[in-house]
């Protein structure tokens, strides 16, 4: 009640400063009132004596009961909701604004800037939208709208377990299960926001639009993100449609080649069509060896994923990933709850293992890159939580400081961010002579038949029903897994999806990359198993942010509860490390946008392409640009405009920037080269690969 | 809490009982407000009061008509969340399921009926939506859009229309000389299915026939909507958004995608014209044309089914154009009746409107074509004897076909000239020609308007015209589809000089002329051949049996200052020649009437005509308009009206048979119910080459 009072206090407090800003005249009257009222009142004490001295009439009034009071408050609410919504439709739209900073778009115009090259846009991962074609009767009246993203995810609560159904692929096949067909939102929308109010895309796209870029000069390239590359092709002829969208505004813009800019997830996706299109028809493009070099200028990766990110192992494993799907973020509440039959984890995993996109982000390139048991790339890596909270103001200042600080911090227990997932603090820490080897007899299925499990439990299933007790705790008996033991340990848990995956994807690296297999589609999104096309002409930035502890390795444990269907591993949240260590509620993090580790997105541009390398036979240039994190300083801000993380980096003006200045023609140099922050150079010097 | 002490005096003197009390609750109220803002702590304060007054009887509080508003809009919102709940967690069927329950079980969507039967999807399908129905974004704007980037200023919930009017017509408008985009606005059409499904949230458009078509396996890789900037003259759209080389790739990428299959192409109302154009352009060579090549269309396309279209122009068009007077070519006026005459925009609504729907060209493309020879002249018109059967319509709708002969017999009486598209005065309109004295208006000097520095910033040719000007107008009396195209020169110069750029009326005497070669025939089906593609089909599917304009009766406008100054005369009316309101009216889908949208298929097309060389074969398929039976029908699954159509289930049953691989002789070739073959009979059209030139084309 008080509340409800101070609330509605508050509201005309601030009605009242609107009047005075509308007119003065009001205010005047409010005072003119206030005075009559006080006549009023002594005349009502007087009044009031008076009446006690009267008998009280015979029969009370209604009395107050709690529906009354109830509505009575529901309507004082409503109705000053309803003026205060009528003052601020009356304002005019200028002064209600957040005095915004003017885009970097509206800058470069003055400049001169205009549209040169068309630009193509390439989603990534779970921020693209998806919309119902068929369904099962259940969800019936969705046709055309959206499951997933753009809207507002009413769906997801008001019947989660036909949304689920739908969302989920064939288990076998990877391609839509019988009846249903959910395909990608094509065009802008697919992917500008989503859900209302969070952007993705829509800063780029409005900024772009300020120098001149419309519906024909730009283009989503949207594509159903659960299927494997190669299956858009299969199913949506995603790829030959991009590919005749290339074509199209490159004849159509005066014979302008075309800045492609992948996010995320996208990047890759973007590598694989690079391939494909000038592979021959059966199963390319038919595009020819020369179609990159010319039809595209460059390639503006933003947050590329291109070596994997640790955060899909995690995902997969235990479908605990902090936010690889935004699921949890969205509804960090829901899935501890019960809403789902207890089984929410379990039903989640069991969609996201349908998805082979997700199998795609699995760290590429084994121990060489990753790390093995007791080295890593990002050795010597500090970790400030502490310090950040502290100096979070004094950031960019203090920078060179704090970096050098850092360094003299250093360091009783070291990450061995090499072990992508230990069981156990111990695991993650001790040397790896002290541990136990690690025997690959573990992943022998022996006792797979006596699944207990089996007949008590719901119909949420998961590949993880099918292991005994047995081959559970042996799997958790070896410890610790690298990136290569860890694939796997993934084959092990979950056989099918990985045979269903491995179709489409590679994770290693090639010796040779003249060896005739790797002609093969499943190669293509393998930056470490492909050659770049031959354009030496063309650009490929890598643009991320830093400055955000990222995940990189796991502590897990068993899970305590053996219930029927639950998976049976989690991360270990109560496992910290000590002040300046990186480990944190049983993940160890490194530096990167949240998401991506730098290693995975920085290392290609750096060092796997830089120059003329196997993988880059035709010396195509690349030119690194990180943007350093910096939150919010105001809530008005909103997520930033010099955010780093890996979706909000997509309002950072200074990317903005970049894009623009290279969508209208500049050159890598022009943008001025490299722009590092991080350790990547470091990094990648460590990492011994055969150029 | 302000507003209720304000009340408080006022409640005085009618209630004088309780107001002490309530004042002194009120004083307390305030009291314990103050003490909690000066200590924000003091939370608690407020609701302990309330209880003790709970507590003590003569503290009661008593009901002021405040509190009995208060909880009675407190109650109409519980209510109306409590409704909403209940919407929510009703079952999505429960709708299907009340009306099934009052008008008995619904057909089956065509959909699924023939999904059922065993159709699959198999060839693609391109839609053309046609004008108005098309959605507009904003890409680039004035201040006064701010906030609107990439929101739709048309289609949609029209909210801006009604917050900032000018604003938004500004935004509308094109520039006044070039046809394009006035200089920093950028208006664009929106892209995908998206543009055309629904016109306004629940008006579908292309909503109900794209859900039928996903029934039988139809998605987004097998549709495409052919979205583009309606506004525009054809050729603009490819001069301004390339939208013509678009619609090629992305059909030609159909085509490549589904194993070659040909697409089936959906033009409505206007797209019908513009796939028209398109497909000379994708024929035409490069510098002008898409350069596909002579056989482009017969390799990709296999058949076009024409809804609604008008082929040879619409009366509605010049009304239009003449005095921003049709019903809904402009559809803001059905939108909004009576907020076009009111004062908002300051008692010049029509001439905004006028003036924004001026600058776009493609409404100049709608002006009736062929002249004389297909619309009528002063004295005969191939509708002759067309009687207005309305009242007999609704007395035995099921016989109208049997009685057609009988209804001819009675009216031919008193017909009407319909070849007079416009007349001045209803005399005029009846009278036999030879009565009228007609004064040239060519010659006539327009005088100066004195009008020009008095009225505000609505800018119209007429302002440009003075009395004399508007005089010689009217004394000309009445005008066929000849002199109309003369007359819209005559009291709009520049917007005709742009749109005669792009849109010819006329009908070729010989397509050899080179001069044909020119874009801006390509949209007249009486100035081009149709491609070689003779395995190509063209059907006209269209709705009849609703009155539809066709000619007009205009008077002067009695207030000729800063308004338009002519005036439909809507009080003209006389039963027996369909004139109603001051329109005559005749057989159509109630926008197009049945000559224009039959006419091409009936004859001009029919067999190997000079119009269609190489024998493309048409088929006409009418459907008569039969209202909704009740509310919960909606628009109704067998209207015949020009966009209702498209919820027609017997019209969408057709185009899914057609994409699904039937020819027009399995779909049971014409189906015609009105007098379209008489009227074309009447029409004097040379089909023929003048020279056999067969073998040469």
Same mark, same amino acid.
């Not at chain 1, 496992?575 to 580790?597: M, N, T």
């Not at chain 2, 309606?230 to 992305?250: A, H």
């Not at chain 2, 020879?373 to 509708?383: A, F, V």
């Given at each position: ?17 609107? &009047? ?49 009071? &109830?509505?009575?408050?529901? =309507? ?13 439709? &009356? ?91 959910? %395909? ?395 002040? =300046? ?43 690194? %640009? ?66 | ?12 003197? *009618? ?8 004042? #002194? ?204 900037? @309606? ?14 080389? $678009?619609?090629? *790739? ?30 000379? @352009? ?69 001439? !905004? ?68 598209? /416009? *007349?001045?005065?209803? #005399? ?60 819209? !020169? ?11 750029? !792009? ?34 089909? /063209? ?29 439909? #005369? ?10 109603? #309101? ?27 005509? $000079? ?5 493309? $074969? ?80």
């Amino acid at each position: 009640m008080a509340s409800v009072l101070r609330f509605r206090k508050l509201c005309y407090v601030e009605s009242a400063v609107k &009047c005075t800003s509308v007119g003065y005249e009001s205010f005047e009257i409010d005072e003119k009132l206030d005075k009559k009222e006080e006549d009023v009142l002594s005349a009502n004490n007087f009044a009031l004596e008076i009446n006690k001295k009267r008998k009280q009439p015979k029969r009370q009034p209604k009395e107050w009961r709690c529906l009354d009071s &109830c509505c009575w408050i529901i =309507g004082y609410l409503c109705t000053t909701w309803w003026l205060l919504l009528f003052f601020y439709h &009356c304002f005019p739209v200028t002064l209600l604004r957040v005095p915004e900073l003017p885009g970097p778009g509206v800058r470069l115009k003055l400049e001169g800037l205009t549209a040169l090259h068309p630009v193509v846009l390439v989603p990534g991962i779970v921020t693209g939208g998806l919309e119902l074609w068929e369904g099962r009767p259940c969800a019936d009246g969705l046709f055309r709208k959206r499951l997933w993203g753009g809207g507002s995810f009413t769906q997801i609560f008001k019947r989660p377990l036909c949304l689920l159904e739908h969302l989920s692929l064939h288990y076998e096949t990877g391609l839509d299960p019988q009846g249903i067909r959910v %395909r990608a939102v094509p065009g802008l929308v697919g992917a500008d926001y989503f859900a209302p109010g969070y952007f993705v895309w829509a800063v780029l796209i409005e900024n772009l639009a300020k120098i001149g870029y419309e519906g024909k000069n730009l283009h989503m390239a949207a594509y159903d993100w659960r299927l494997s590359f190669q299956n858009t092709e299969i199913r949506d002829h995603a790829l030959t449609r991009l590919k005749s969208k290339i074509e199209l505004m490159y004849i159509s813009n005066g014979y302008k080649k075309v800045v492609a800019v992948p996010h995320s997830m996208g990047v890759i996706y973007f590598l694989h069509f690079l391939k494909w299109v000038e592979t021959p028809p059966p199963m390319g493009g038919g595009g020819g060896p020369g179609w990159c070099a010319k039809h595209i200028k460059a390639v503006m990766n933003i947050g590329p994923a291109f070596l994997g990110v640790p955060k899909a192992v995690s995902n997969l494993f235990s479908a605990e990933g902090k936010d690889v799907s935004y699921i949890r973020a969205m509804a960090p509440g829901v899935f501890n709850s019960e809403i789902l039959g207890l089984q929410t984890f379990e039903r989640v995993m069991r969609m996201a293992r349908t998805w082979d996109s997700i199998v795609s982000l699995l760290p590429k390139g084994g121990e060489v890159i990753w790390g093995n048991m007791d080295r890593s790339p990002e050795e010597g890596h500090v970790c400030d939580f502490s310090k950040k909270s502290h100096s979070k103001t004094s950031l960019t200042t203090n920078n060179v400081n704090n970096s050098d600080l850092k360094r003299g911090f250093l360091v009783k227990d070291l990450a061995n961010y090499g072990r992508i997932i230990s069981f156990g603090k111990p695991a993650s820490i001790l040397h790896s002579s002290k541990l136990p080897t690690s025997d690959s007899k573990v992943f022998s299925r022996t006792s797979t038949s006596e699944n207990f499990n089996n007949f008590s439990c719901g119909e949420a299933w998961t590949e993880y029903d099918e292991m005994s007790r047995q081959s559970i705790q042996n799997v958790a008996a070896d410890k610790a897994y690298t990136t290569t033991t860890l694939l796997d340990l993934l084959r092990f848990v979950a056989p099918k999806m990985m045979r269903r995956a491995e179709a489409h994807f590679s994770h290693g690296i090639a010796e040779n990359l003249d060896d005739p297999k790797y002609n093969h589609y499943k190669y293509w999104s393998n930056p470490l198993e492909t050659k770049l096309s031959d354009a030496p002409d063309m650009e490929i930035y890598c643009m991320y942010g830093v400055g955000i502890p990222t995940e990189r390795s796991y502590v897990y444990k068993l899970s305590p509860n053996s219930r029927c269907k639950s998976i049976p591993y989690q991360i270990d949240n109560s496992v910290h490390g000590e002040d =300046g260590s990186c480990l944190k509620g049983g993940v160890y993090f490194a530096d990167g946008d949240e998401s991506v580790p730098v290693l995975s997105a920085g290392f290609m541009c750096a060092k796997g392409w830089r120059g003329r390398t196997r993988f880059n036979p035709s010396g195509i240039a690349t030119y690194i %640009r990180e943007y350093r994190h910096k939150p919010p300083t105001s809530l008005m801000e909103g997520r930033g405009i010099e955010s780093g993380s890996h979706v909000d980096i997509m309002g950072n003006f200074a990317l903005i920037e970049d894009i623009m200045r290279v969508a209208s023609g500049a050159t890598g140099d022009e943008i001025g080269g490299d722009q590092i922050h991080s350790d990547i150079i470091k990094m990648s010097e460590r990492i011994n690969l055969g150029l | 809490m302000s507003s209720l002490r304000r009340r408080k005096p006022i409640n005085e003197s *009618s209630d004088s009982k309780h107001k002490a009390e309530e004042e #002194d609750e009120d004083h307390d109220d305030v009291d314990a407000d103050g003490d909690d803002d000066v200590n924000g702590k003091n939370k608690k304060t407020p609701s302990k009061i309330k209880k003790k007054r709970g507590e003590k009887p003569p503290k009661q509080p008593k009901w002021s008509c405040m509190d009995t508003c208060c909880w009675f809009i407190g109650c109409i919102c519980i209510t109306w969340w409590l409704l909403l709940f209940l919407y929510n967690a009703m079952p999505a069927s429960f709708p299907q399921y009340v009306t099934e329950a009052i008008t008995g079980p619904l057909p089956d969507p065509p959909g699924v009926k023939l999904k059922k039967e065993g159709l699959e999807a198999k060839h693609p399908v391109v839609f053309v939506p046609g004008i108005v129905t098309g959605g507009l974004e904003l890409w680039e704007g004035r201040e006064c859009a701010e906030g609107l980037f990439r929101k739709r200023l048309w289609g949609g919930t029209f909210g801006e229309v009604y917050k900032r009017p000018l604003c938004w017509v500004e935004h509308m408008s094109l520039d006044n000389e070039t046809g394009l985009d006035p200089c920093g606005i950028r208006v664009r059409p929106v892209s995908g299915l998206v543009a055309a499904d629904y016109f306004a949230p629940g008006y579908f458009v292309w909503a109900v026939l794209i859900a039928n078509l996903a029934r039988i396996g139809y998605e987004d890789k097998t549709m495409y909507m052919a979205a583009y900037d @309606w506004r525009l003259s054809f050729q603009n759209t490819e001069v301004r958004d390339q939208t013509l080389s $678009r619609i090629k *790739s992305n059909i030609e990428l159909l085509v490549a995608t589904n194993g070659g299959r040909k697409v089936v192409v959906i033009p409505h109302s206007m797209g019908v014209l513009y796939f028209l154009h398109f497909m000379k @352009w994708v024929e035409a060579p490069a510098p002008m044309g898409g350069g596909g090549g002579p056989d482009w269309c017969s390799k990709h396309i296999k058949a076009v089914v024409n809804i609604g279209g008008p082929f040879l122009g619409v009366p509605k068009a010049i009304a239009g154009l003449f005095s921003a007077e049709a019903k809904d070519i402009a559809v803001a006026r059905a939108l909004a009746p009576g907020f076009l005459d009111n004062d908002i925009f300051q008692f010049q609504t029509l001439q !905004h409107v006028m003036r924004m729907s001026r600058t776009w060209d493609s409404t100049m493309s709608m002006i009736p074509r062929g002249g004389n020879t297909i619309w009528g002249g002063l004295d005969w018109s191939p509708e002759e004897g067309n009687s207005c059967a309305k009242k007999r319509e609704k007395k035995n709708e099921t016989q109208i076909a049997d009685q057609a002969g009988s209804e001819n017999a009675v009216c031919k009486a008193k017909s009407a000239n319909y070849g007079r598209i /416009i *007349s001045f005065g209803k #005399d005029v309109a009846e009278a036999p020609s030879s009565d009228i004295e007609r004064i040239d208006f060519r010659g006539a000097i327009k005088g100066h308007s004195a009008a020009n520095t008095t009225c505000r910033d609505v800018w119209t040719e007429y302002h440009d015209m003075g009395f004399a000007g508007i005089k010689a107008v009217a004394e000309y009396k009445t005008y066929t589809a000849d002199s109309l195209v003369d007359l819209l !020169h005559f009291v709009a110069p520049k917007m005709m000089a742009r749109g005669t750029a !792009h849109f010819s009326y006329g009908v070729a005497d010989n397509l050899d002329d080179p001069k044909y070669k020119h874009y801006k025939y390509w949209s007249n089906p009486l100035e081009t051949r149709l491609p070689n593609a003779p395995d190509m089909e /063209i059907y006209s599917l269209y709705g009849v049996g609703l009155p539809t304009e066709r000619a007009y009766v205009y008077k002067l406008s009695p207030h000729a200052e800063c308004s338009i100054p002519f005036k439909i #005369d809507t009080s003209a009316d006389d039963e027996d020649t369909c004139l109603r #309101d001051g329109v005559y009216s005749v057989d159509g889908d109630e926008t197009v009437p049945v000559l224009s949208a039959g006419f091409m298929c009936a004859k001009g097309w029919r067999g190997k005509t $000079r119009f269609n060389p190489s024998g493309i $074969r048409t088929y006409i398929r009418e459907y008569n308009h039969l209202p909704p039976a009740n509310l919960l029908e909606g628009r109704g699954t067998l209207s015949g009206a020009h966009v209702d159509i498209m919820g027609n289930f017997a019209l969408i049953e057709d185009v899914i048979r057609i994409a699904a691989g039937a020819s027009g002789e399995e779909l049971g070739g014409d189906q015609v119910y009105s007098k379209i073959f008489n009227w074309s009979e009447n029409i004097n059209l040379q089909l023929d080459e003048e020279i056999p030139v067969h073998s040469s084309s």
